[in-house]
């Protein structure tokens, strides 16, 4: 039954996420903000992202509840959601977008951090968990494509509530979080900081994060620009996020530990073929199939970056540790994808945009490799 309940409630959180960094754009878009602003918005929100992940992953961590500060989260995210998706004037865009940062946001690490440790009580893996969050992004989508198209985007507004309100009642019937039993103490994160291997493994996931995030950010305005509709972007993200389902569902069978560097940067790969052929075809519909190249660039980026973080950060703060990836994924990369991506957007293009990311992809894809490298020499050398 609990696993019933965590599992719903990935559904629907991650169908307010789904609302929230899917359409958003699009949403700003046909109240005439340009990309750039839109850019401009996007990447304001992601630097108050990246004070408050650590900030409510520092708390959890020290109140030793995850559950509790979700809720809080989640409350405040509802209402500030609901009046986001009915403004348009910028002012307002601006404020509202950045006070979605501070709340929404940050309950995704914690909910990853949730995830992991109740399947693990469970004795099941994470994977069979996170599918129904990528299956309820998978299904928003496609739902919030179609009303968008039918009803128009004053909808998304009470399809925003909709959604947040089930997530909180699912999320107050969940048990709470199992908690280390190590006390906290600030000087447990220092040897983190300090090892070679942390500062190459965030500096990685950084630069693979970008062009991602990119993708996330303007995918959207790509297909409308190439003459999709609402509704195919709806497709868009219904394809990529089942094929995350299949993904995580299987995850666990591809990653093996001490390999987590060298999927990193088989994912990598993918990216830069992906993103390499969306540059190339100017077709809406060829843009949307792309899509299931999804599963396997971001699925195993994303769960062999958790896994590798897992092994260099101290127990008591994973946490704290998930907040810190959730960061470089959602909050620095954000902050550099967003308005840099919006003003090339603006001033080359969609596809020259998307050539761009799949050259970082592959300068990401080889420092990948070099650091797995050098990972096994010094393995060797500590063996000998």
């Keep these: 039954m609990k696993l019933v309940l965590l599992r719903g409630y990935n559904f629907f959180y991650f169908s307010m996420f ?10 700003f878009a046909e109240k005439g903000i340009t990309a750039s602003e839109i850019g401009v918005i996007l990447g304001t929100g992601s630097i108050i992202g990246v004070v408050s992940q650590p900030l409510w992953g520092m708390i959890s961590d020290k109140y030793k509840t995850v559950k509790a500060v979700l809720l809080i989260l989640l409350m405040a995210s509802i209402g500030l959601g609901m009046a986001l998706f009915s403004i348009s004037l910028m002012p307002a865009a601006f404020a509202l977008t950045a006070a979605m940062y501070f709340f929404l946001m940050p309950a995704d690490p914690l909910t990853e951090s949730m995830n992991y440790r109740l399947a693990e009580r469970a004795g099941v893996g994470f994977g069979t968990v996170r599918m129904y969050g990528a299956l309820g992004y998978a299904v ?11 009803y128009g985007m004053g909808s998304f507004m009470y399809l925003f509530a909709a959604y947040g309100v089930l997530a909180f009642l699912l999320c107050a019937m969940l048990p709470e ?5 190590k ?7 220092k040897p983190f900081f300090k090892d070679k291997r942390t500062v190459q493994f965030l500096l990685l996931v950084l630069l693979i994060a970008i062009p991602h995030r990119m993708n996330d950010s303007y995918v959207g305005l790509y297909v409308q620009s190439l003459g999709g509709g609402v509704g195919m972007v709806g497709l868009a993200w219904f394809i990529m996020t089942l094929a995350e389902v299949a993904f995580f569902a299987l995850i666990n069978r591809f ?18 073929l992906r993103f390499a052929l969306s540059a190339w075809w100017d077709n809406p519909v060829a843009i949307v199939w792309l899509q299931l190249l999804q599963g396997v660039s971001f699925v195993l980026f994303y769960a062999a970056s958790i896994q590798y973080l897992y092994t260099l950060i101290p127990e008591q703060w994973k946490a704290t540790g ?14 550099i994808s967003s308005t840099v991506g919006g003003w090339l957007f603006d001033w080359i293009g969609g596809p020259a945009l998307y050539a761009c990311m799949s050259a970082l992809s592959f300068i990401g894809a080889c ?6 490298r050098n990972v096994n020499q010094m393995k060797r050398i500590r063996a000998t």
């Design 18 to 27: 789904a609302m929230f960094l899917s359409f958003l754009p699009l949403y």
């Design 255 to 272: 990653i093996k530990p001490g390999k987590e560097l060298q999927v990193i940067s088989v994912a990598a790969f993918f990216y830069v």
């Design 183 to 189: 006390p906290v103490a600030w000087r447990d994160m």
């Design 140 to 150: 928003a989508s496609y739902i919030i494509g179609y009303i968008g198209d039918r």
């Design 367 to 372: 420092c990948g490799l070099l650091i797995q």
């Design 322 to 335: 998930q907040t810190i990836l959730a960061m470089l994924l959602f909050g620095i990369s954000s902050i």
């Design 177 to 181: 979080t199992p908690a280390a039993g």
